[in-house]
């Protein structure tokens, strides 16, 4: 025979999952239903093919040395082709981790960018973990650019301090952006 409490704990943890779990599916489903309500796959790949020279101009920004020479979308898949390569485009995951985060962060600004609907808000975590040290500069610069002559409030959270040190000196002294150090949750 099990004892009472390990059978109550049991049944209130199963209760918990459980209602986590229609959460998730609610979530999911809401999720869906706004997807198809602005076109779905079809309109998010149009989108897509409509801005895939800002995509790839932005991950050649975000990617130096220029190893890829454009980013592609076929069959409903991501693809770049490599600069000087004669062979056919490659997959994403072919790439390294820093290269997908670079290919990601330009998708993400391109659809903030480009997208009529978009907040003029980013809220961006860690961006730059992937990157080295030259990209995220160029990242940073569109960073900047984007706040001053694109009109946008960007919120940049990082645990690095040396990533934090190094926007706020690209940033330099200006009215415009605001520093808020936070301590560490304890």
Do not use: C
Request: aromatic share 8%.
């Amino acid at each position: 025979m099990i004892p009472l409490p390990y059978r109550i704990f049991n049944r209130a943890k199963i209760e918990k999952v459980t209602a986590d779990k229609q959460d998730w599916e609610g979530g999911i489903e809401r999720l869906q239903q706004a997807f198809s309500q602005t076109g779905g796959k079809k309109a998010f790949n149009e989108h897509i093919e409509d801005h895939m020279s800002a995509i790839t101009t932005l991950f050649q920004a975000f990617q130096r040395p220029y190893e890829f020479d454009e980013v592609l979308l076929e069959d409903d898949t991501v693809r770049v082709s490599r600069r000087g390569s004669a062979d056919d485009s490659e997959p994403v995951e072919k790439m390294s981790s820093g290269q997908r985060a670079a290919l990601g962060l330009a998708i993400f600004m391109t659809n903030n960018l480009a997208h009529p609907t978009a907040p003029p808000v980013m809220l961006l975590d860690e961006p730059v973990a992937h990157l080295d040290d030259i990209n995220t500069v160029s990242f940073f610069n569109l960073l900047i650019s984007a706040a001053t002559e694109l009109d946008r409030q960007i919120l940049f959270a990082t645990a690095n301090e040396d990533i934090a040190n190094l926007l706020k000196e690209k940033i330099g002294d200006s009215d415009d952006f605001k520093s808020i150090d936070l301590d560490k949750a304890r």
